[in-house]
């Protein structure tokens, strides 16, 4: 099992980057793919982005592909999404989650089902 703690999170102005961390409890970080949703008032859980267990594959939305990078470091069990021109359409309480279903190198899963553990979320605001 995996405990998640995001934290990052804040208020910026459009066209600004925050980078949000997840940092994660236990030895085994290593055996999960990794994943960012996000979920604004009133609309559904978005995935946002997934990185693989060795890290050496990413997926993206559609929304903010070009925008958000994704990334890792098992030493330091936590991932990580740096996002950069922000936009009030990115507002919303953003989540870490853990998959444990992924092979080392296999692609990561978009389905908010696929995801066996969640963080608390941290909240994204961007002004105009």
């Known amino acids: 099992q995996v405990q998640l703690v995001e934290s990052g999170g804040g208020l910026v102005q459009a066209g600004g980057s925050l980078r949000l961390s997840c940092a994660t409890s236990g030895r085994t970080f290593s055996n999960y793919a990794m994943g960012w949703f996000r979920q604004a008032p009133g609309k559904e859980r978005e995935f946002v982005a997934g990185i693989s267990r060795s890290g050496g594959m990413t997926t993206y939305g559609a929304s903010v592909r070009g925008r958000f990078t994704i990334s890792r470091d098992n030493a330091k069990i936590t991932v990580y999404l740096q996002m950069n021109s922000l936009k009030p359409g990115d507002t919303a309480v953003y989540y870490c989650?853990?998959?444990?279903?992924?092979?080392?190198?296999?692609?990561?899963?978009?389905?908010?089902?696929?995801?066996?553990?969640w963080g608390q979320g941290t909240q994204v605001a961007v002004s105009t």
């Open positions: 989650a853990a998959d444990s279903s992924r092979s080392w190198n296999e692609r990561p899963r978009s389905t908010r089902s696929a995801f066996n553990y």
